[in-house]
């Protein structure tokens, strides 16, 4: 019997962790997280569910009977997550932030805390599986539920993090979850369609950077693969690597983004071929079992959250980046999102894509 303290977002999945923790005999504590207000960031009109999530979990746990607090993470999420994003886009990369999230927020801040206060574990309600080895080393597995699996968003956690973390939900499908938590009397159904950036409810993040970077949305222009200006862009954080759409280009050959270079404030566009990448260099990488696997590596990189993982060889750098050589060119690999290296449905580490040299 442990003493745990369940993140809770007020939706299906962290509230059946709580239910199931309990129904194992465990002191369950419930815990939401405040990372944003409603008036920040000048995104008020768009905003809705901060607060909304809270009341939700608390109401949960009335009904499991077990205590409630909120944890002001509001200063931390605003300097490791919302800056981040900000910053990452003044520099031509393309932002995770649930990644920096799960980082700096949920498996630092929130972990540590729930140590200082006596805690043995944290839980969340998130699709992924952790299991002990027979060598006692704690391993990081996709979820049973391929479609909900957040393994990706989680590479970053090391042994000391999964020695504390419970995830109660990845045994099962998001089916079974729902019906699990409907049979219990609790919500089960997801609030909406979970978006993509909870900071950015309506996915359109050109209020935030108007207000908090507005010189990253300056015009410039937009060269081809030799360098010859071909047209103008409305600012380079509102182009992705691998977009098409809205380049206003005209008509002819399909063109596509295959760089952003910050340095000239240019976006670099080309046809299809040019997408592709075999190599790609991956900075900051963290090993679940807290130190490399021997080498030559081969395993498989995915390098966005549903892109299919490939095949590849991975190999240090002298530089302390991790070399990726893909088996088959994989298109659009951005800069700025995380790499995370698999062996079957097991998470052996990841870090982030690196930005290519642009000529
Ligand atoms: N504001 C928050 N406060 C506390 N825990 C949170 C918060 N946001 C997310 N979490 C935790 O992280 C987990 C994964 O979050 P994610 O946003 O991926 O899923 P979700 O749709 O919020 O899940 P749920 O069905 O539990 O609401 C949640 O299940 C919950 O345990």
Not at 45 to 54: F, N, Q, T
């Amino acid at each position: 019997m442990a003493n745990v303290l369940v993140a809770m977002s007020g939706g299906v999945d962290s509230s059946l962790a709580a239910a199931l923790l309990l129904e194992a005999g465990h002191h369950v504590t419930g815990v939401t997280m405040h990372l944003w207000d409603d008036d920040d960031h000048g995104l008020r009109e768009s905003l809705c569910c901060a607060a909304e999530a809270a009341a939700s979990a608390r109401r949960v746990c009335a009904l499991l009977g077990i205590p409630f607090y909120v944890f002001n993470y509001q200063r931390e999420f605003r300097r490791h997550v919302i800056d981040y994003f900000i910053r990452a886009y003044t520099h031509g990369l393309t932002p995770n932030p649930c990644v920096e999230c799960n980082r700096m927020i949920k498996f630092r801040a929130l972990l540590d805390r729930a140590r200082a206060l006596g805690f043995d574990a944290v839980a969340t309600g998130h699709y992924a599986r952790i299991v002990r080895g027979a060598d006692g080393r704690y391993q990081l597995w996709r979820a049973v539920d391929e479609d909900k699996d957040q393994s990706y968003m989680l590479h970053m956690l090391g042994q000391a993090d999964l020695a504390r973390l419970l995830f109660p939900i990845g045994e099962y499908t998001k089916r079974d979850v729902r019906a699990m938590a409907a049979a219990r009397g609790l919500p089960s159904a997801d609030r909406e369609e979970s978006q993509d950036i909870c900071f950015v409810p309506d996915g359109d993040y050109r209020n935030l950077l108007r207000i908090e970077a507005p010189e990253s949305l300056t015009p410039g222009p937009i060269v081809d693969l030799e360098g010859r200006e071909i047209g103008r862009h409305q600012g380079l954080p509102l182009y992705t690597v691998g977009q098409r759409r809205g380049l206003g280009l005209g008509g002819g050959e399909p063109r596509y983004v295959i760089a952003i270079d910050p340095a000239r404030n240019a976006l670099i566009v080309g046809p299809a071929e040019a997408l592709n990448r075999e190599r790609f260099t991956v900075t900051d990488v963290r090993w679940v079992d807290d130190q490399p696997p021997a080498e030559p590596l081969t395993c498989m990189v995915q390098v966005r959250a549903h892109a299919e993982p490939l095949p590849a060889r991975v190999s240090a750098q002298p530089d302390g980046r991790w070399l990726v050589e893909l088996e088959r060119p994989q298109r659009a690999v951005s800069p700025g999102q995380a790499a995370v290296f698999y062996a079957g449905q097991r998470v052996l580490g990841g870090g982030w894509i690196a930005r290519p040299e642009v000529r």
